[in-house]
């Protein structure tokens, strides 16, 4: 992976900066300038490219970020924006809409617990992203069903320094994930790979990988 930024079309990155904008006013984004957080999504989506996934699924899509941006900067992958909360995604299906995806990017509202035993869902991508989604046990849970074999999750971290004990490697394999080293980025992710298909245990019913995550989180 080269080490020059990804950049999107002027016209793109105009009206994606636009939907994020009325995202923040609607309280779906964070604090903190949109164009620094669309860096931060470019840089996401520099890495997710790296991996070239035909068909991706934003876990907890929020306010946009990083899905709308990662479906921009990889026309050629289709996949679904998922969030829990149906306010949020009536957004996300207008924006969706607004950008000209219609077919490409579809639209989910529901829990990931419940959406990763759905058979039209469940081990259907190449890649799942995650950012802000949860501790790191809940976001294993809840991402590894959407995997096949051989898929990829790409969860962004904070900054380091940070436990490298936050992904434990028996907790992860009993999930069929391992993790794998990351190209070098900007910012700080974990890259995950699917050795295997998710076994029917997982994911558990909802809100249990919050209650009793599968391992302690770590700072």
């Known amino acids: 992976m080269s080490g020059e930024p990804l950049r999107l079309d002027p016209a793109t990155e105009l009206a994606l900066l636009a939907v994020l904008e009325d995202s ?3 309280g779906f984004l964070g604090p903190g300038p949109v164009e620094g957080q669309l860096a ?3 840089d996401f989506s520099r890495l997710v490219q790296h991996y070239a996934p035909a068909r991706a699924l934003d ?3 929020g306010g946009g970020l990083p899905g709308l941006v990662l479906f921009a900067a990889l026309p050629g992958c ?3 924006l998922m969030d829990s909360q ?3 995604t009536a957004f996300l299906s207008a924006a ?3 950008l000209g995806w219609q077919g490409r990017v579809e639209v989910r509202t529901g829990r990931a617990e419940a959406l990763g035993r ?3 869902l469940r081990h259907q991508f190449d890649l799942v992203a995650a950012r802000s989604f949860g501790p790191p046990a809940v976001t294993a849970e809840c991402g590894a069903p959407f995997l096949h074999a051989g898929g990829h999750l790409i969860v962004s971290e904070p900054p380091p320094p940070h436990d490298p004990a936050r992904w434990p490697a028996d907790g992860l394999a009993s999930l069929g994930l391992s993790r794998v080293e990351p190209p070098v980025t900007e910012h700080a992710f974990v890259v995950l790979r699917a050795e295997r298909s998710c076994d029917e245990r997982y994911p558990r019913r909802d809100g249990m990988p919050s209650k009793r995550p599968l391992w302690a989180a770590s700072a």
């Open 118 to 120: 759905a058979p039209e």
């Open 86 to 88: 149906a306010r949020r």
């Open 24 to 26: 923040r006013g609607l």
């Open 40 to 42: 931060h999504a470019l």
């Open 59 to 61: 876990l907890g899509s």
């Open 96 to 98: 969706t809409e607004a």
């Open 78 to 80: 289709s996949g679904v």
